[in-house]
């Protein structure tokens, strides 16, 4: 899914829950996902958020397979063991970042 048709997606959802859950949600951040550095069209991808939401995009998080595997499967990626273990460490190393270390 290209950057645009995932924004409406994001942003659609984020109005929803916000008409229906919780009115004062606001967005805090944006972690670019699943993101291939390699390829002109992950780069492009991630200039366009850039250029859109400027500071709001907060990180950048490698493709990782485990993390496909497991988003496939809907299981955490701490069910894959030993090949999850990089993509667990990400993941909570950002969520410390982000939480101001209390995780």
């Known amino acids: 899914m290209s950057a645009r ?10 109005d929803r829950v916000r008409r229906y859950y919780a009115p004062t949600l606001e967005l805090a951040g944006i972690v670019a996902n699943d993101h291939r ?8 991808r991630l200039e366009e958020l850039r250029d859109t939401y ?11 397979e485990v993390v496909t595997k497991a988003g ?3 299981a955490p990626v701490s069910a894959y063991g030993a090949e999850g273990a990089a993509a667990a460490s990400w993941f909570h190393t950002f969520a410390k970042r ?3 270390g209390a995780v």
Request: aromatic share 0%; hydrophobic share 50%.
């Open 5 to 14: 048709p995932a924004r409406r997606v994001a942003m659609a959802t984020i």
């Open 37 to 44: 550095a390699q390829t002109a069209e992950a780069r492009t």
């Open 54 to 64: 400027g500071e709001l995009v907060r990180d950048v998080c490698p493709h990782i």
């Open 72 to 74: 496939g499967a809907a």
């Open 98 to 100: 982000v939480l101001g």
